[in-house]
Structures are given as C-alpha cells and as structure tokens.
C-alpha cells in the first residue's frame, strides 16, 4: 500500500508483462469469451417473440424502489473508523398523471407535473454502527451492531398515523414467532439456549452470559462483523435486507387493509428477487408471502401481483450485451439452468438449482421493440421450493412460462411503457427511484462526512 500522496511508479506493470510464469497461468485458464457469429446466431435462435397485451395491461399505479449506501469515516485521521448511512427510495407513479406529463398538443414535458411527481419520493434513511464503532456502550463493535439493527428496524418509518415497523414485518413473514437456538452475543460459549420471540417479547437475556437478545438477531447480520476489519459488506446486507422488508410491508399494509387496491399496484425494485448472504434465509419466508397474497387477490377476481426485479448490471447483463447485436427487437427468453451453464456461468456443471438458497425470483432477458435489452426478474409463482418433488422438478418448474399466467405479458409491457432514452437499457420509475436513493459523493458523500464528524460521542 502507498503512503498518503504517494504515487505509483509508472513501469510497475512491467513485471508483469515480462514474467513467463503470468503467460503460464493465463493460458492455463478458462473464463468465458465473446461469442462467435456462429455461436451467438445459435443462442439468439432460443429467443421467443416476447408477449405483448392488446391493449397493454397497465397497472394503475407503480412503486419503484432503490437502496444506496455510504461507509463514512468519522474523522480525517481515523479513516478505518466508520458509520454506515443507508437510504431506500420508493417512488409512487400514478399512471394517469404520468400520462399527462405531456400537454396535448406538445412535445414538452410539462416542468411542474414532473417536480409533483418527485414529491412522490419517500426515502427513508438508516444510520449504522461500522468499523470500530461501538453502539450505547457495547463491549464490542458486534454486539453494538446487534442493538443497532434492532433499534433500526424497531422505529416507526412513517410520520402518518399508520406506522410503519418492520420488526412487525418480520413477524408477518414467520408466522408471529421468531426462533433462535443459540445466545449471538459475541462473548457467549453457550449451544444450549433456546429463545422464542412473539411480537410482545420481542427480547431476552441469555442465562449464560447475561447479554440481550432480540429478535432482529435472526437475520443474522452482525455474522459479517468483525471488531477489527472493515464491515462495508455488512451494511451492503443490511441494505438488501430493508429494501425487501421494506416490499413486504407494503405488500402486508394493502392485502389486510385494501386487496382492491393491491391489485392495481406493480412494485419494481432495483436489483434481482433475491437475499444474499446471512439473511438469505429469509427468502422462502417471502415467496411464500407473495403467494398466498396473489391467491387472496385472485379469490377475489384480481390479478396476481406484479412485482419486477430489474438488473443494471451483473453476469447476466453482460452476456445480454454481447448478444444484443444478434437479437431482432421484441423477443424474450427465460434463463433456465442449463442456458445459463452453458452461456453464462460456463461452468463445467450446471447447478441443480441456481439461486435455490437466496433467489425467491426468476430471471428473463427481454428485447423490446425499440432495441433496448432487458433483465427481469418475477416471483417464482409457488408457495414453497420444496413442494414440487426436490431441487431438480422445481428447477423445470420455474422456467415453464405457463406457470405465470399473465405475469411475463404485463412486465413485458411495463418496460415498454417506461422504457428510458436518458440512461443505458433504463426505465423511468427505477430511474426516478435511483435519483432519490443514490448518496452522491458531492455534495450528499460531504454532508454525511459532517454529519459522523460532529454528531458522534468520543470515548
């Protein structure tokens, strides 16, 4: 590592390109190449002219979602010492007044239906403890990040007067009873307690060491920290986890309260339909929620609920990238197991069931007629992975498209309706989530810098 200012000679990379033994490991590796013409002709053949509805069957409103987070040191000359700030975005885009943003007549957007339309945007915010952070007098930056989580996910999020507390949410996903079979205190040896939370004890302290336990403790979040090193990969799981509470909750709030209502909302998020990590657990815990809510829908007469994953970038991005050329506009493809083996991943054996232990969505490739290519995901239409004869039934499963009835048709023309010229392969309402959740560097990264600065205690 160099020193403060320090910069790098600029032969350094000479070694490199002299030394045999770099060519040697090099050709002794294989990763996947661009296709040939011959090769990538073969893939775009698999591709199906993608679904479209006549008319279009648009929801009546969308929710977008995005999360964006930033690990700040707080101060200049302690910069291993950090807070974590997380922000989610949900942007409410009501499709009447979308359509509206352009006057009769004109080509211009209307300025002030869009300024409304931003004021749409809920951003809701996270602070976290980092690296080196004890919280409210933590023995240790673990444990302090435990009560962190807790006090996090325990705070209403809505000024309205129906709260909005994810704690609950978790509770809805398991059932109103949470389980853990061993103290997570970082100092406990015991393997013998057994403590059941209910959403009116929603704490315990362990017999053994005397430390609290709550019920957040089951996502399993603090496992990624650690007291001495840089704990950015936690705060990117403490991310992915609220931004999908925070999808349950509503999912939750309107099938309870109003159903009517649900049925004419499409959710979007940024991102794939997944958990990864500690909290990966989780996911059964929300397909199975999507489910039985797209069967309370349509007892009553309305359609399953659309809910979209879309990916920016990723593996299967950039594989979609160097088959664009090759593919005719308004075509689709789901990405089964063996496609993605075999053009993807290029591994030498195809997973029984890619994603089984963090993906609760189906991933498709979409070109629309307009030429830009897309990557969605949609709920995989079962209550439960398990349910369908082992791993191997449900991966065919998954990719039969019958199995999502009107499900592909309506995402397909979503995207058509929104598709965006502003940013690469975008739509509209992730974009206009993005703007509100990203932290820029200048000037959001700088306030935030002052914010750790002046508001935290030295100890």
């Not at 002709?41 to 591709?47: K, T």
């Not at 006090?151 to 809505?158: F, S, V």
């Not at 990590?277 to 009553?300: C, D, F, H, T, V």
């Amino acid at each position: 590592m160099p020193y403060s200012n320090q910069t790098a000679g600029k032969g350094g990379h000479s070694d490199f390109v002299r030394n045999p033994d770099v060519q040697n490991f090099l050709q002794n590796c294989e990763y996947l190449k661009p296709p040939s013409d011959e090769e990538a002709e073969s893939m775009a053949s698999s591709f199906m002219p993608a679904p479209s509805g006549d008319p279009s069957r648009l929801p009546r409103f969308v929710v977008a979602s995005d999360a964006s987070k930033s690990d700040t040191p707080v101060n200049d000359k302690l910069p291993s010492t950090q807070l974590g700030f997380i922000k989610v975005s949900h942007v409410l885009i009501v499709m009447d007044k979308y359509a509206e943003l352009i006057a009769p007549g004109s080509r211009f957007v209307d300025p002030f239906k869009v300024a409304d339309m931003h004021r749409n945007a809920k951003p809701i915010t996270f602070v976290m403890p980092g690296s080196n952070v004890c919280y409210k007098g933590a023995a240790n930056v673990r444990d302090g990040f435990r009560h962190a989580v807790y006090d996090q996910l325990t705070a209403n999020r809505r000024d309205e007067a129906n709260k909005m507390v994810l704690t609950e949410t978790l509770f809805a996903l398991n059932d109103g009873k949470i389980r853990i079979k061993t103290c997570p205190s970082h100092s406990c040896e015991s393997l013998v307690e057994d403590f059941v939370f209910t959403p009116q004890q929603q704490t315990h302290t362990c017999k053994a060491c005397g430390s609290i336990i709550y019920a957040t403790d089951a996502l399993r979040l603090h496992e990624g920290i650690s007291d001495f090193g840089n704990n950015t990969s936690a705060m990117t799981r403490m991310m992915n986890a609220v931004e999908h509470l925070l999808l349950v909750a509503f999912i939750t709030e309107l099938i309870e309260a109003d159903p009517a209502s649900l049925g004419k909302v499409a959710f979007v998020m940024d991102g794939p339909l997944a958990l990864f990590g500690e909290p990966a657990k989780w996911q059964p815990r929300i397909m199975k929620l999507i489910y039985r809510a797209n069967q309370k829908l349509q007892s009553l007469g309305f359609d399953p609920l659309l809910i979209m994953g879309l990916q920016k970038t990723g593996i299967v991005m950039d594989h979609a990238r160097l088959l664009e050329k090759f593919l005719p506009p308004g075509v689709i493809r789901v990405i089964d197991d063996e496609y993605r083996h075999k053009y993807i991943t290029g591994s030498d054996k195809a997973t029984e069931d890619f994603g089984y232990e963090s993906y609760y969505g189906q991933d498709f490739l979409f070109k629309t007629e307009r030429g830009r290519i897309f990557n969605f995901a949609l709920p995989y239409p079962f209550e439960v992975k398990s349910g369908l004869g082992g791993r191997t039934a449900f991966s065919k499963a998954k990719v039969e498209l019958s199995n999502y009835g009107s499900l592909i048709e309506r995402a397909c023309d979503l995207i058509r309706h929104f598709e965006l010229d502003l940013y690469d392969n975008a739509i509209v309402p992730v974009a206009l989530a993005h703007r509100h959740a990203s932290i820029s560097l200048v000037p959001g990264g700088k306030v935030l810098d002052l914010i750790a600065k002046a508001g935290i205690s030295h100890r």
